[in-house]
């Protein structure tokens, strides 16, 4: 199955999926995105059906989560879920070593529960591609959220769009793998003709339909970010 073309890719063989799968995740200008591939052989076509659907739904909570950490002119919590902080010597995700809260619609407060991290997290969010600018006042951190500019509203949509269409991709390749499995049973004669025909429009349904949502879920974000 071939996946995008990423600036990292990687294999999680210690992922709590079942045995017969492997869990994937990639790294693009978007974040960090998953999704999984089948490594045994299917039993019945209502399997394959099960299997299709559960990796096409990992797929678009990969899209859902990443699309979370895209700016708008809001302030959301969610936007600084991809900082990650080298805390002692190890990178460490901001969200698990601070209690990060709202004050206000264009305000973050970040309560580390280390207060000697503080410079840390400080220097993590400088040097992410946030373009968010801390305020240490030695307790806690707060980031004052600007209006986007139109030329930061554009790269935005951007990330919008090609994470949406990573996803679709991760979609099809489901598809792609499962029909494969679909027609090699029907060679093999284990299911009938009208099995793998119920089969494969089965596999189409559902890539309609996740990709019906990817697209449902990057339109809403785009149009956050182009709220004013």
């Keep these: 199955i071939t996946h995008p073309t990423t600036s990292s890719f990687s294999v999680d063989q210690n992922s709590k999926s079942d045995n017969n799968k492997h869990d994937y995740y990639y790294y693009n ?17 209502e399997e394959i ?4 659907e559960e ?12 699309l979370a950490t895209i700016r708008t002119g809001r302030a959301n919590a969610s936007m600084l879920d991809r ?13 698990q070593m601070a209690a990060i809260s709202v004050p206000n619609s264009q305000q973050l407060q970040i309560q580390p529960y280390d207060k000697t991290a503080l410079v ?4 993590a969010i400088i040097e992410s591609d946030l373009g968010l600018t801390p305020n240490n006042d030695g307790d806690v951190i ?32 489901v598809r792609r793998d499962c029909v494969d499995s679909v027609k090699k049973m029907e060679k093999a004669s ?21 990709i019906k949502e990817i697209e449902s879920n990057v339109a809403k974000k785009e149009k956050e970010v182009m709220t004013v």
């Design 55 to 66: 990796r096409m739904s990992k797929s678009v909570s990969s899209v859902d989560t990443t």
């Design 29 to 45: 200008s978007g974040g960090f995105f998953s999704f999984s591939l089948r490594m045994a052989a299917y039993e019945s076509i």
């Design 142 to 173: 707060r980031i004052n959220i600007p209006s986007l500019t139109e030329d930061r509203r554009k790269e935005m949509l951007k990330q919008c769009k090609a994470l949406g269409e990573d996803g679709k991709v991760a979609i099809r390749n």
């Design 120 to 123: 840390d997290i400080e220097k």
């Design 83 to 95: 900082v990650q902080v080298i805390y002692y010597g190890a990178s460490t995700a901001l969200n």
């Design 190 to 210: 284990t299911v009938s003709e009208d099995q793998s025909k119920d089969g494969l429009d089965a596999m189409q349904k559902l890539t309609d339909q996740y």
């Design 49 to 52: 059906e099960m299997d299709a």
